[in-house]
């Protein structure tokens, strides 16, 4: 915490230690037991240090059992950098359930969400297959409509069970995170301690 600036102290500290912002620019998000929100907020951010982001920015979502966090790495890169630590030092994750990178924000909304999703689609490969992955909070959109909307613009051959890319949409209340991901690319640490 010394290397941050006295302004960047002040906004951590309202973040994680009880206040309501959201990190607005958030490139993770993770999950964790309700309630225990404010410790995985410290969890993370220790890990992402580990990791070798000197100042990672961690709060609060305002949905219960769901932190956001803005890295200055590559999200995809910190996640697997994560998953070397659970390997290594498992005992180092006690409140954090699953980490997810995200590649692109949007405001919630239909066209802005179909707008991003079809250009991140563009790399998923004419040979590979993909499914799309919806979780919502606070909203009022439909998850069937999402998908119909979506799946028009990727002419590629869906897998449900077994696909090669995940296109991840996480709505969360007025923003929206949006990855194409490989199966592997979101860290379950509770799955993946048991293995």
């Known amino acids: 915490m010394k290397a941050l600036n006295l302004r960047n102290k002040i906004v951590f500290v309202t973040i994680c ?3 309501r912002r959201l990190v607005k620019e958030f490139n993770m998000l993770a999950t964790t037991y309700r309630r225990l929100e404010r410790v995985a907020c410290s969890e993370l951010r220790r890990l ?3 990791v070798g982001d000197l100042d990672p920015m961690v709060s609060k979502s305002g949905v219960s059992g769901l932190i956001a966090a803005k890295t200055s790495l590559n999200p995809s890169t910190a996640v697997a950098k994560l998953r070397e630590i659970l390997r290594d030092r498992p005992y180092e994750f006690r409140y954090l359930l699953r980490v997810m990178p995200i590649q692109k924000l949007v405001t919630t909304g239909m066209v802005d969400i179909e707008s991003a999703t079809k250009e991140l689609g563009s790399e998923i490969g004419e040979d590979e297959t993909f499914r799309i992955t919806i979780e919502k909070r606070f909203t009022e959109l439909h998850t069937n409509e ?6 028009a613009n990727i002419k590629r051959k869906v897998n449900l069970t077994k696909p090669d890319k995940i296109l991840l949409v996480q709505i969360v209340g007025e923003v929206t995170g949006i ?3 490989g199966p592997n690319d979101v860290l379950s640490v509770l799955k993946e301690k048991a293995l």
């Open 146 to 151: 999402i998908i119909e909307k979506i799946a």
């Open 17 to 19: 230690l009880g206040g």
């Open 179 to 181: 990855s194409v991901i």
């Open 48 to 50: 992402l240090m580990q």
